[in-house]
């Protein structure tokens, strides 16, 4: 019988790498070109890209990994109650940050993530405009690579003067000015899509708050690499975030080192 402990490997990070890498060329191919901007049921935009990503994303992990079953934004058709007892799944996001990738400003990614027993614990985050590729995996830690360099990433465990912190470009919170009257000195810098995990991950930013709506394939890739370089993706009573929800929806969060201490939110 296949333990977990079979797919926390090297092998697998560069499996799930390679699919990515593949995923992420597809969308370019359609990120040269004039984008065809439908509509989905929730009124969030689809294109092109994240049909073929999809598409090649899912191909690659039946192929691969042929006793996981796979949960994509795209599989419209798995309800709750096909998947309420899945113990180990991949969860994927083929193009995450879809409003990044319209306005051509080159912050989108792939996701893919394994989760088990409701917790990620393996994670590539692939920016192919951008030639970055997080990954990380319980047991063997966090990476970036940036183009053909890869090398070990970890968050920044000091308490700062200045707080570097990561916000949404495209997706502003009414709450988060309330939340940031707690700090004497801070830098928000703004990103799309799951770079901001990211960064938190690579030791360049501090803080994450996402004081706004999410679904649990938007962070679970990155909620992976951030906690192999020792951070942690908590809500605001401090609780890890929890995946295959009956709702998909997250609750408001913060990604931050765990050996850092942050202000509690009070709103």
């Excluded at 901007?37 to 990994?65: R, W, Y």
């Amino acid at each position: 019988m296949t333990q977990l402990s079979d797919y926390l490997t090297s092998a697998t990070l560069d499996t799930i790498k390679r699919i990515a890498l593949d995923a992420g060329a597809a969308i370019m191919e359609v990120y040269k070109k004039d984008v065809s901007v439908m509509e989905k049921s929730d009124q969030s935009p689809l294109t092109e890209a994240d049909l073929a990503a999809h598409n090649l994303i899912l191909k690659g992990l039946v192929n691969a990994f042929p006793d996981i079953p796979v949960l994509s934004e795209e599989s419209t058709d798995i309800t709750y109650q096909d998947r309420k007892d899945w113990p180990t799944f991949w969860l994927v996001d083929p193009l995450d940050g879809t409003k990044e990738f319209i306005k051509k400003n080159d912050e989108f990614t792939v996701n893919i993530a394994l989760i088990h027993q409701g917790q990620p614990v393996l994670g590539v985050v692939y920016a192919p405009a951008l030639d970055l590729c997080y990954l990380g995996a319980q047991g063997l830690g966090a990476f970036k690579q940036a183009g053909q360099t890869e090398s070990a990433i970890h968050v920044d465990d000091s308490t700062p003067d200045t707080w570097i912190m990561v916000g949404s470009r495209s997706h502003p919170s009414e709450h988060l000015a309330g939340y940031l009257a707690a700090f004497e000195d801070y830098q928000m810098i703004p990103k799309g899509s799951s770079l901001k995990l990211c960064m938190i991950a690579e030791g360049s930013a501090h803080l994450y708050p996402r004081l706004g709506p999410t679904c649990e394939w938007d962070t679970a890739a990155a909620h992976a690499v951030v906690l192999a370089a020792g951070g942690v993706v908590n809500d605001k009573t401090g609780q890890p975030l929890m995946y295959n929800k009956a709702d998909i929806l997250n609750p408001w969060f913060f990604v931050h080192s765990k050996a850092v201490k942050i202000p509690l939110f009070t709103g």
